[in-house]
Nanobody, 123 residues
Framework: QVQLVESGGGSVQAGGSLSLSCTFS????????IGWFRQAPGKEREFVAV???????YYSDAVKGRFSLSRDDAKSTVLLRMSNLKPDDTAVYYC?????????????????WGVGTLVTVSS
């Protein structure tokens, strides 16, 4: 069974930076696409970014140019680097995994999910 654990959340001022990690276990990490989603208070969960099994990345318009994804297959970890953070980035951030890249990219059908980590950006 795949397990995903997010870490690195916290509080930061607007314009600051923060990095989130998603640690994967239970299956062969290299076979999975990993995505990040977020849910702000009172809002629906939204897609943030995804990295494929071969390191292709795709970002939502809301974070493009400010967030970057990388994966370390040796450590079974995906790193989401967030810069120039805005108060609108405040949310619980979730990582998700699926064998099919398009499943992660196009919605919320990923098979495996972490429990989330809170990011708070103050103005």
């Amino acid at each position: 069974q795949v397990q995903l654990v997010e870490s690195g959340g916290g509080s930061v001022q607007a314009g600051g930076s923060l990095s989130l990690s998603c640690t994967f276990s239970g299956r062969s990490f290299q076979q999975y696409a990993i995505g990040w989603f977020r849910q702000a208070p009172g809002k629906e969960r939204e897609f943030v970014a995804v990295i494929s099994q071969i390191d292709s990345t795709y970002y939502s318009d809301a974070v493009k140019g400010r967030f970057s994804l990388s994966r370390d297959d040796a450590k079974s970890t995906v790193l989401l680097r967030m810069s120039n953070l805005k108060p609108d980035d405040t949310a619980v951030y979730y990582c998700a995994a699926d064998l099919i890249y398009s499943t992660v990219k196009t919605g919320f059908g990923s098979r495996y999910w972490g429990v989330g980590t809170l990011v708070t950006v103050s103005s």
